[in-house]
Nanobody, 127 residues
Framework: QVQLVESGGGLVQAGGSLRLSCAAS????????MAWFRQAPGKEREFVAA????????YYFDSVKGRFTISRDNGKNTVYLQMNSLKPEDSAVYYC????????????????????WGQGTQVTVSS
């Protein structure tokens, strides 16, 4: 059974940084793409970033490019999201996700492409 557990959220001032972690278990971590999504109150869940099996390919939502960095440590079965220059509009619950099968996807920004989800971690950025 695939399990994803996020951590690292919290309250930070605008301009600050946070690093989110997502620990995965239940299968061979390195065989699957990983992603981060977020959901603010009253809004739909949206794509933030995704990373390929070895980390050689990364994808970002336009509004976080240059500020957020997704990475993974396959030896630790963990994916990270380093968030710098945080803005109040980055406030949301952040979710880690992975795919059901080991294939890549060109539609990494679609929620339907991701099949397993963590419980989320809250990020609040104060102005």
């Amino acid at each position: 059974q695939v399990q994803l557990v996020e951590s690292g959220g919290g309250l930070v001032q605008a301009g600050g940084s946070l690093r989110l972690s997502c620990a995965a278990s239940g299968r061979t971590f390195s065989s699957y793409y990983m992603a981060w999504f977020r959901q603010a109150p009253g809004k739909e869940r949206e794509f933030v970033a995704a990373i390929s099996w070895s980390g050689g390919r990364t994808y970002y939502f336009d509004s976080v490019k240059g500020r957020f960095t997704i990475s993974r440590d396959n030896g630790k079965n963990t994916v990270y999201l380093q968030m710098n220059s945080l803005k109040p509009e980055d406030s949301a619950v952040y979710y880690c996700a992975t795919r059901q099968n080991p294939s890549s996807t060109n539609y990494y920004y679609r929620i339907s492409e991701w099949h397993y989800w963590g419980q989320g971690t809250q990020v609040t950025v104060s102005s």
